[in-house]
């Protein structure tokens, strides 16, 4: 069964600090997508980034990267120099292909989630 | 609007009632998604949509709750004899991919007083 941890529940940084998120999967299949998702307040879930198991080239996206490690099992998120409105729940999300019917299901497993406070 | 559109965004309920979540996907987008999300934890599947064939349910789904989507575009949820343990947030996702980028609404959070 596939599973997602995220061994960090409250994180708390001072702003234009850098912070990792750590996130580690298990899962059986050689083809699987993992995901990061940012929930602000709100309650929205927001799409950050999608990988495959194939590509574990690092990524990098304004003062986001991401961090895979198919060795480890790990998909890390850093964000450098924070800022407040980088305050929010982060979820590292798995997904594998379930079910056989027709193309089967992608359902997404999530991880517990980690609260990101950064103090201005 | 492009993205995933979800009504009520907030439902307080007495226990025994019936409730029904309305889901609006993003428009061409053929599979959609139900999560659920408790307090503290990361949300949890539910079942899922290719068009307006429900594939896959989850074990989370007991026989209170159906849900239907009848001309695959829109689809409801709805919640029999409502039990304080089905307070929520029921979170509706579309996606286009086979393999996902799933899109998420805003959510409905359901209180069962």
């Known amino acids: 069964a596939q599973k997602v941890t995220q061994a960090q529940t409250e994180i708390s940084v001072v702003e234009k600090e850098d912070v990792t998120l750590d996130c580690v999967y298990e899962?059986?299949?050689?083809?699987?997508?993992l995901f990061w998702y940012k929930q602000p307040p709100s309650g929205e879930l927001v799409f950050l980034i999608r990988?495959?198991?194939?590509?574990?080239q690092n990524e990098i996206s304004g003062r986001y990267s991401w961090n895979f490690q198919k060795s480890t099992s790990s998909f890390n998120f850093t964000i450098t120099a924070s800022q407040v409105v980088d305050s929010a729940v982060y979820f590292c999300?798995?997904?594998?292909?379930?079910?056989?019917?027709?193309?089967?299901?992608?359902?997404?497993?999530f991880g517990k989630g980690t609260k990101l406070s950064v103090i201005p | 609007d492009t993205g995933v559109s979800q009504d009520p965004r907030h439902k307080i309920t007495k226990r025994g009632q019936n409730v029904t979540f309305r889901c609006d996907p993003i428009?061409?987008?053929?599979?959609l998604y139900w999560y659920r999300q408790t307090l503290g934890q990361g949300p949890e599947f539910l079942t899922y949509?290719?068009?307006?064939?429900?594939?896959?349910k989850s074990r989370l789904l007991s026989d209170r709750f159906s849900a239907e989507r009848p001309k695959g575009s829109f689809s409801t949820l709805e919640i029999q004899r409502t039990e304080q343990g089905d307070s929520a947030m029921y979170l509706c996702?579309?996606?286009?991919?086979?393999?996902?980028?799933?899109?998420f609404g805003q959510g409905t959070r359901l209180t069962v007083v």
């Open positions: 949509f290719q068009n307006e064939a429900q594939l896959e």
């Open positions: 428009s061409e987008h053929n599979r």
């Open positions: 999300a798995l997904s594998e292909r379930v079910g056989g019917s027709g193309a089967g299901s992608y359902q997404l497993t």
């Open positions: 899962t059986r299949d050689t083809t699987y997508y």
């Open positions: 990988r495959n198991s194939f590509d574990e």
């Open positions: 996702a579309s996606s286009l991919i086979v393999a996902g980028d799933a899109f």
